[in-house]
């Protein structure tokens, strides 16, 4: 549960912007769909819990921090990771009945 919270929505990428990679190798990226599915969650919820697309959410993050913040500079290195993970997760989603329920 830890190295899911740890690693989650592409954190190494931030932790790697402030120099924190270190401390983040005291926990295990949990590699796989369950991350997927975290990721996913995070990244098509808005600040407020509002279900949102992936598009939507990363315009909202761009939109909260200025151009040269380590957040922004970390979603830039980190898209292609994000990107993926919640296209894997939707396939897993659909393909288990459950896409539009979650």
């Known amino acids: 549960m830890c190295g899911l919270v740890a690693f989650h929505s592409a954190a190494a990428y931030e932790a ?3 120099g924190l ?4 190798e005291a926990f295990t990226d949990q590699d796989g769909i369950v991350r997927d599915l975290l990721w996913y ?5 808005s600040p407020d819990g509002d279900r949102v697309s992936f598009e939507h ?3 909202e993050v761009r939109d909260r921090y200025p151009t040269d913040h380590y957040v922004i500079r ?13 296209e894997r997760a939707e396939t897993w989603l659909s393909g288990h009945g459950l896409a539009g329920q979650v």
């Open 16 to 18: 790697k912007v402030l």
């Open 21 to 24: 990679l270190d401390e983040l």
């Open 41 to 45: 969650l995070d990244m098509t919820t």
């Open 57 to 59: 959410r990363m315009d």
């Open 74 to 86: 970390a979603l830039d290195v980190s898209m292609l990771a994000r990107s993926s993970a919640v």
